[in-house]
């Protein structure tokens, strides 16, 4: 194996084990802490849960071209996997927007800002990701 290729799995492991770090500690925050759960923080769980599948795929990924010779079944699933899970995270961010959109510009409607349309928004976009492993 290349030392270009180690290096590269190698960074691509630490940044996904940090990151895993970082986004299981936020969960554990707003889950342990009630007082924190604003309708911001949770969209920002939201975006910390793909977050998480993000990092956790691309770990896995990062150790299997460590130890794979290259011959390895399930290269093409981990990268459909890592995949979807861009669309997952690009959909929170996505949510936030819409919720942004409702805080700005249709201020005057506040139930547009509840919690409850929000997190009826965000179940919907779960719902959608679920579809991106419809072709796997």
Request: charged letters at 10%; one cysteine or more.
């Amino acid at each position: 194996m290349e030392a270009l290729e180690i290096l590269s799995s190698l960074s691509m492991l630490s940044c996904s084990i940090f990151g895993a770090l970082c986004a299981i500690t936020f969960i554990i925050i707003v889950i342990y802490h009630p007082q924190f759960r604003t309708t911001t923080i949770l969209l920002a769980f939201n975006s910390a849960i793909a977050g998480l599948i993000i990092n956790v795929t691309s770990g896995s990924q990062a150790l299997y071209q460590l130890n794979s010779d290259g011959n390895d079944a399930l290269c093409a699933f981990r990268g459909f996997l890592l995949h979807a899970a861009t669309g997952l995270l690009y959909q929170t961010l996505c949510v936030q927007t819409i919720y942004r959109l409702f805080v700005v510009v249709y201020a005057t409607r506040r139930y547009l800002q509840s919690k409850r349309i929000i997190i009826s928004i965000t179940i919907i976009q779960w719902l959608i990701s679920i579809t991106f492993a419809i072709p796997a």
